[in-house]
């Protein structure tokens, strides 16, 4: 007897034999015994999982003697004609082969003839989708009203490519790929009944190679039986199809999450010189990650991985060396290097190349961290000064080295931080615009801050109005064109936090265009000035105000910008308002 392959040898031959289908199948068996039976019938699904299998155990419960019958018995003769292929009442079409206008015409001619020996006629079309789109409407009509004897099952693994009309006169069944522990399962009880001593770690292999087709899992099987006779060991799996152990993979991953390059790179040129896959190790990391992504976010990731409970318990692991954003950093160079791999002319330096850039992505501070740090060392110093002196020792830094001088101003810092009309003393007057139009210059100050351009453009600009709930701020004509700028920038946001800050509550603002009365506007901070005008130490006061002090230190010599600048290595360029 001629030898048969495994993948024929244990094709399932009836319903409860077909492995991790059980949604469809028992679908079908409620139909079948409820005598609900379509016309039409649609399966879904990648290559190897069951969609021709299950149709052809359909057709031989439809046609059974005893039947229809969730059980077909596999010994009359219509059961024996549908297994051996040989049928005159179940037709199987290749629709790659068979996919034109003409030959589907010759199918509607055929449809209206009665089944020689069944209660059926079923035509069965693999890879439907091959068909041409006049060959699929050539089929319309017929597949929507088709005589009371025949029955379509359609199997194909691209659906988008089906026709919507076709579609929606059939009723679909997406079969999924089957998982790992069923596919062990099966090649176990195989290699048991072919006395084939085979260890677990080789059928896992197999079965993660298989990708969830249990057809592909029993050709490998098939090859390394030819191959290695009935020893065969995990090594021997992965020396024939290319693959990366776990052990190796799980390696692979600590190693980037630990920012090891050396030993990934050595890790690499190994798997290369092995001849392994290193598209397929790209996927297996991407996968691995995801899994890694999966224990940290569930309570119970052994319910939504489809892994050993050893795989599980280094991933556990795993997940403890980086957090969720830097996983998903590496998710992503993983997935543009498999899309780059297709292309590659060398796959190992563009893996080698996303690898290292993976260490980095984990390893590297992250902008998160930097503002982290910010934020603790922040809290951790006590504040220099007050507000407005604050703003008053940054302005006046900036001034004396646009200046280039080192005189010293006789008026003191405290005296000009106490001429400044504070928002306090004005809101317990109950007069929040004239508090408001009176620290105007000091209030663009704060808004220069956060955002430069928006006070060059507010320069000319003034209170109107102080509502509960809104700031209304006039624009000179002459600049009626930035108003629309200022409404659509983000910048609005920091001029209604200032402002927000100042009447202690959330406004929002308005911009309106208004005639400005330049000698009414109020008065600004003076501008800076060169050397050589003035006399520093004078008393001299310019418009009611008392000029500018400079403080005797540098703002670069505070202890907590050196600790800033210790920290992150950085330096000072520049001190501005």
């Not at 059961?79 to 009442?89: F, P, Y």
């Not at 629709?95 to 035509?123: C, M, W």
Request: glycine share 6%.
């Amino acid at each position: 007897m001629a030898y048969e392959v495994l993948a024929r040898k244990w094709r399932p031959q009836q319903f409860d034999n077909v492995v991790g289908q059980d949604h469809v199948v028992q679908t079908l068996k409620h139909a079948i015994e409820e005598k609900r039976l379509a016309h039409a019938y649609l399966f879904v699904g990648p290559r190897g999982i069951g969609k021709t299998s299950i149709a052809r155990i359909f057709a031989k419960a439809l046609n059974c003697t005893s039947g229809p019958t969730v059980k077909p018995c596999d010994k009359c003769d219509s059961c024996r004609e549908i297994t051996s292929g040989t049928s005159l009442d179940v037709m199987e079409i290749d629709g790659a082969s068979n996919n034109s206008v003409d030959q589907i015409r010759d199918l509607r001619e055929t449809v209206r003839y009665l089944p020689v020996h069944g209660k059926f006629k079923i035509y069965i079309i693999d890879e439907v989708h091959m068909l041409s789109t006049a060959a699929f409407n050539a089929l319309l009509k017929t597949l929507e009203e088709p005589p009371a004897h025949v029955k379509f099952f359609f199997a194909t693994t691209e659906p988008e490519r089906v026709l919507a009309t076709i579609v929606s006169r059939c009723q679909r069944f997406d079969l999924r790929r089957i998982p790992v522990q069923l596919l062990v399962e099966r090649l176990s009880l195989i290699a048991k009944t072919d006395t084939v001593n085979i260890s677990q770690e080789a059928l896992l292999a197999i079965a993660r190679g298989a990708e969830g087709g249990l057809r592909d899992a029993e050709s490998a099987l098939d090859q390394l039986i030819s191959f290695k006779g009935n020893e065969i060991t995990e090594d021997d799996v992965l020396s024939v199809f290319g693959l990366v152990s776990q052990k190796t993979l799980e390696n692979l991953a600590e190693k980037i999450m630990t920012g090891d390059v050396k030993a990934l790179l050595k890790i690499v040129a190994e798997l290369d010189q092995g001849g392994k896959d290193l598209q397929r190790l790209v996927l297996e990391l991407m996968e691995h990650f995801r899994n890694l992504l999966v224990c940290q976010h569930t309570d119970e990731p052994e319910s939504h991985l489809d892994l050993t409970d050893a795989q599980i318990e280094v991933l556990k692991k795993q997940s403890k060396l980086a957090d969720t954003a830097r996983i998903m950093r590496v998710s992503g160079i993983l997935g543009e290097t498999e899309d780059k791999m297709r292309r590659a002319l060398s796959r190992r330096t563009l893996l080698e190349v996303s690898l290292v850039r993976c260490a980095r992505a984990v390893t590297v501070v992250s902008l998160e961290d930097i503002l982290a740090k910010i934020n603790a060392l922040r809290d951790t110093c006590p504040p220099l000064q007050s507000e407005g002196a604050g703003e008053q020792l940054v302005a006046e830094t900036e001034d004396n080295a646009s200046a280039g001088t080192d005189e010293q101003p006789a008026v003191a810092t405290e005296h000009k931080a106490s001429t400044v009309p504070s928002p306090e003393r004005n809101e317990a007057d109950g007069d929040e615009l004239a508090m408001l139009v009176k620290i105007w210059p000091e209030t663009l100050g704060k808004i220069g801050q956060v955002a430069p351009f928006t006070k060059n453009t507010l320069r000319d600009s003034r209170p109107l109005a102080v509502e509960p709930d809104k700031v209304v701020i006039g624009l000179d004509a002459e600049f009626a064109g930035e108003k629309e700028k200022l409404t659509a920038s983000r910048d609005k946001l920091a001029v209604e936090r200032v402002l927000s800050r100042i009447v202690k509550r959330e406004v929002a603002v308005e911009f309106k265009i208004a005639e400005m009365d330049l000698d009414e506007e109020p008065e600004r901070v003076p501008e800076k000035k060169t050397a050589g005008k003035g006399t520093a130490g004078s008393g001299q006061e310019h418009h009611g105000k008392a000029k500018h002090a400079s403080p005797s230190g540098d703002m670069t010599d505070h202890p907590l910008v050196k600790e800033a600048q210790e920290l992150f290595g950085g330096r000072v360029i520049a001190v501005r308002k």
